[in-house]
């Protein structure tokens, strides 16, 4: 698997390079958002990217909302702002996941396994296409299209969302459970991460759809969509 990591800073870079290729993955260096954006045109096989927020050329919250224009590929932000405020922002911007700096490279190796993990395990094992109100899903290539044709950019994690509620439908999900089957972790603090994610995804299926709604909230127990 490839790995792009961008950030201005050529140690971080290096390092996190380091720890990649130590896994058995293959790194991929960009050392500004112009260059990432490059990378990525001339490898479009790259299954992940760790993004810097603060760049001189392009922000990172630029870069990533010109990568969510077109592809679907898992992005971490590592970044040095600490607020809420950033982190929500990253996460509306379509980041997958958000780490603060300074960091230890163990964790973000554990939140790349992870990720990656939860976007291509048991695909094998699971329906390739559903087809729910307005939309078809398909889980082979991670594509949500409207009954006119239209496709709707989704990250990772909004898909697995929308696909976990979609494939079992009248089925009200808690936060807790949402995030402990699409975050594949324990669930810790979850309801304010999920919460941003489902809004997010709301707002996309919503303007795809000329306002039909397919995901409802189940105020005090958690979300659903309707057979």
Do not use: C
Request: charged share 25%; glycine share 6%; no cysteine.
């Amino acid at each position: 698997m490839k790995i792009l990591v961008v950030d201005d800073d050529h140690d971080i870079v290096e390092l996190l390079s380091i720890y990649i290729r130590n896994e058995g993955y293959e790194a991929i260096a960009a050392t500004s958002g112009t260059a990432a954006l490059q990378k990525l045109e001339q490898n479009p096989d790259i299954d992940l990217m760790i993004l810097d927020i603060m760049m001189p050329d392009m922000s990172g919250i630029e870069v990533l909302e010109k990568v969510r224009a077109t592809s679907q590929i898992p992005i971490i932000i590592v970044s040095a702002k600490t607020s809420d405020l950033d982190k929500i922002k990253g996460l509306i911007s379509g980041a997958d996941d958000y780490v603060v700096k300074p960091f230890n490279p163990l964790e973000v190796m554990a939140r790349i396994k992870s990720l990656l993990r939860r976007t291509h395990a048991g695909e094998e094992n699971i329906p390739n296409q559903l087809t729910i109100g307005p939309l078809t899903i398909n889980k082979k290539s991670h594509e949500v299209v409207t009954a006119s044709g239209q496709k709707v950019q989704l990250t990772a994690l909004e898909f697995g969302i929308l696909y976990l509620l979609a494939s079992h439908p009248n089925q009200v999900f808690s936060a807790d459970e949402i995030f402990e089957r699409v975050w594949k972790q324990e669930s810790i603090i979850s309801a304010k991460t999920v919460m941003v994610h489902v809004s997010h995804l709301r707002d996309k299926l919503e303007a795809a759809t000329n306002g039909e709604k397919v995901i409802e909230t189940v105020w005090g127990v958690g979300y659903k969509v309707e057979a």
